[in-house]
């Protein structure tokens, strides 16, 4: 049996507010991220859609700087473009 001090924890991945666990190796990662924009490419059919594009981004940006760099700036350009959509606002919903 394992030790669980000597596990690693497996990267969390958030989106919209949501933390997702990825994979906890880096192949396993890239496949994930990979196989997402894939099938996001066809996303005018049933099922898949192109929402996974960016979600195959985010998985990608855990490891790859490029990914994380677009991540980052389109986070950016949510926060200036709508200031309460991220969570930068006030939590009460009064202002």
């Known amino acids: 049996m394992k030790d669980a001090s000597k596990t690693t924890p497996r990267p969390l991945f958030s989106l919209f507010g949501r933390s ?7 192949p ?5 991220g990979w196989a997402l924009i894939a099938a996001g490419t066809v996303g005018f059919l049933p099922v898949v859609g192109f929402w996974m594009i ?3 981004l985010g998985v990608l940006s855990i490891d790859i700087p490029l990914a994380r760099r677009w991540r980052r700036r389109f ?7 709508w200031p309460n959509a991220i969570g930068s606002g006030s939590s009460s919903g009064k202002d």
């Open 75 to 81: 986070i950016s350009w949510v926060g200036r473009r």
């Open 20 to 26: 997702f666990s990825t994979p906890r190796s880096k």
């Open 54 to 56: 960016p979600l195959g």
């Open 28 to 32: 396993g990662r890239l496949v994930l």
